[in-house]
């Protein structure tokens, strides 16, 4: 798991409960209700966050009997737990204010003037600012050293939790923006329908923000497919070694967040692994000891049992291969093409 990934979460999670609790204040005394979903908004993204600090360390538990191949994708289980919990505590109940809000005429607090709102409002900017930060500096540090573009990373990445935090984050300073926006309007206007509007258009960025990270982790969890890169430099170990003839089948997924699962059957050039055994034996001696069959049958028997020890040798040093050329490549299960030794 990515350092990064792991202060990004937790300092995301310090940051929202501060901001939550000055929100909820800020409701509190004004009764606005784009503050309470600016609340509830940070109440859902310390919640979600929390989710991905528990997928975070569940993800890393060594495998077992049950779990042979270890515990990665319950980082995605997680985090798709988070999404949903975006979904419905931040967008549902946010949207659902909002409409109510709405109906009801909406709301306008002359009293208390905007400032406590828009102070409120301020401080959250800079610690959730100061959160997003540490998110983009974390996945732009990977990005750059996979020789990808941020976007692109952003985009294609098994980084769950760096993701997850980027775009709650990023939708934290946006609702934040939002917020002083439709709070500095209903009070420059005193127009009641711009608390509930301010409202809606939060519960719709959340709503987007838990639909991206609901797919992304479903297409996870199914069994994606590892990068592009990865796949290519698969390949190629397969493709440059003398002793594969053909590969048969093969299949990369992405089996957790820092973690790939590499099978294929290898068809092997029978040819080379003969001539890798028998080195610098000379073979016109070795035609002139074989003079009966009893001698030849002992040879093949011991030249069998050979070629089988060398199968086995040589696929420990394509998964070494494979792992050397693929850090992330911790599962790797070759083996032989089967078909040539039922013909």
């Keep these: 798991m990515a350092g990064g990934s792991k202060a990004a979460v937790y300092s995301a999670i310090g940051a929202n409960s501060i901001v939550m609790v000055a929100k909820f204040i800020g409701f509190a005394l004004t009764g606005s209700g784009t503050m309470l979903a600016e609340g509830i908004h940070s109440l859902a993204d310390v919640g979600n966050q929390s989710l991905l600090a528990v997928g975070m360390s569940r993800a890393e538990q060594k495998p077992d009997e049950q779990h042979p191949y270890g515990y990665g994708r319950d980082a995605f289980v997680w985090a798709l737990m988070s999404a949903v919990g975006i979904f419905f505590l931040g967008c549902g109940v946010t949207v659902a204010h909002g409409v109510q809000s709405l109906l009801e005429g909406g709301h306008h607090d002359a009293s208390t003037g905007p400032w406590i709102n828009l102070g409120i409002l301020t401080l959250s900017l800079v610690a959730e600012g100061a959160s997003l930060w540490i998110a983009v500096r974390a996945l732009a540090k990977e990005a750059k050293a996979r020789g990808q573009g941020f976007w692109d990373y952003v985009r294609t990445t098994d980084d769950v939790f760096g993701v997850a935090v980027l775009l709650e984050d990023s939708a934290a300073v946006f609702g934040v923006i939002i917020a002083f926006i439709t709070v500095g309007l209903t009070h420059l206007t005193h127009a009641p329908y711009w608390d509930p ?73 029978g040819a080379e692994l003969a001539r890798r055994h028998l080195g610098d034996r000379d073979l016109d001696k070795l035609a002139e000891e074989l003079d009966d069959g009893d001698k030849l049958l002992a040879f093949l028997e011991e030249f069998g049992d050979a070629m089988t020890d060398q199968v086995g040798v040589e696929v420990d040093r394509l998964e070494a291969r494979l792992r050397e050329a693929i850090p992330r490549a911790r599962h790797v299960d070759l083996e032989p093409d089967g078909g040539d030794l039922a013909d």
């Design 197 to 269: 509007i301010g409202s809606l258009l939060i519960g719709a960025l959340l709503g987007f923000v838990a639909f991206f990270l609901m797919r992304r982790n479903r297409t996870l969890l199914i069994g994606q497919s590892i990068r592009k890169a990865d796949l290519d430099a698969m390949h190629a170990v397969f493709e440059n070694d003398p002793v594969v003839e053909d590969v048969i089948m093969s299949r990369a997924v992405v089996e957790g967040a820092d973690a790939y699962h590499i099978a294929a059957e290898i068809d092997f050039d």
